[in-house]
């Protein structure tokens, strides 16, 4: 692994922020990035902007709803649940990285001579 972290693809964080919310439930935007930079391995690292603006820009498409509440340390914080549409977006796009995934791995994988090894 290198020093540096990992820029991420467009549409990628949306797809982080919608898996985690669908595997773990109601959270709030810090508990995300949180989470998604432990399962990255520290690799992805997320500002505050960078998630916030991401969960806004769900909110708006109607695939994150979010609401008030309290945090484990008692502090006012908004939680965000993915909606039935959040849940569709998630597979179409789970669908479409697997896809270019598999794509990508072949490609990588071709020998000198362009032939798969």
Avoid: C
Wanted: net charge neutral.
């Amino acid at each position: 692994m290198g020093d540096t972290k990992l820029d991420l693809l467009q549409g990628t964080l949306d797809l982080m922020v919608l898996q985690t919310l669908a595997a773990l439930g109601e959270m709030h935007g810090y508990g995300i990035a949180r989470r998604i930079e432990q399962v990255s391995g520290d690799e992805v690292l997320l500002n505050q902007g960078t998630i916030y603006a991401a969960l806004v820009r769900l909110q708006q498409r109607g695939w994150i709803e979010s609401e008030w509440g309290a945090s484990e340390n008692n502090r006012r914080a908004k939680f965000y649940t993915i909606t039935k549409r959040g849940r569709r977006q998630l597979a179409e796009d789970t669908a479409y990285w697997q896809r270019l995934s598999g794509v990508m791995g072949r490609v990588l994988a071709m020998g000198n001579a362009g032939e798969p090894q």
